[in-house]
């Protein structure tokens, strides 16, 4: 079974940098997937804020957040983090992390993610 454990939230000023981790464990799946995080701000739906597939390393980044915000990950560790700087009050929003293993594209849609993390909430003050 597949774990994803998201660190790295917590609050911080307009202008401020905070970097989130996720861990994943119990994953042997050995094809190419992909990875990425997701916030859900209070009365909005959730979007997609970055991700990544492997199959060929390209990342995608949300309007909102490009120059901003970078995705990375060390497949050696299993760990997939987030850069967030020049954070705005707008990012405030619990953050996921998400798997997926049926993705064929870094755009493939986030019904496609099929594991995801608990959530780390991140909010971000004028």
């Known amino acids: 079974q597949v774990q994803l454990v998201e660190s790295g939230g917590g609050s911080v000023q307009a202008g401020g940098s905070l970097r989130l981790s996720c861990t994943a464990s119990g994953y042997t799946y050995g094809g190419a997937f992909c990875m990425g995080w997701f916030r859900e701000a209070p009365g909005k739906e959730r979007e997609g804020v970055a991700r990544?597939?492997?199959?060929?390393?390209?990342?995608f980044y949300a309007d909102s957040v490009k120059g901003r915000f970078t995705i990375s990950k060390d497949i050696a560790k299993n760990t997939l983090h987030l850069q967030m700087n020049s954070l705005i009050p707008e990012d405030t929003a619990m953050y996921y992390c998400?798997?997926?293993?049926?993705?064929?594209?870094?755009?493939?849609?986030?019904?496609?993610?099929?594991?995801w993390g608990q959530g780390t909430q991140v909010t971000v003050s004028s």
């Open positions: 998400a798997a997926s293993t049926l993705c064929t594209t870094v755009h493939s849609g986030q019904s496609l993610y099929n594991y």
């Open positions: 990544i597939y492997t199959g060929d390393s390209s990342p």
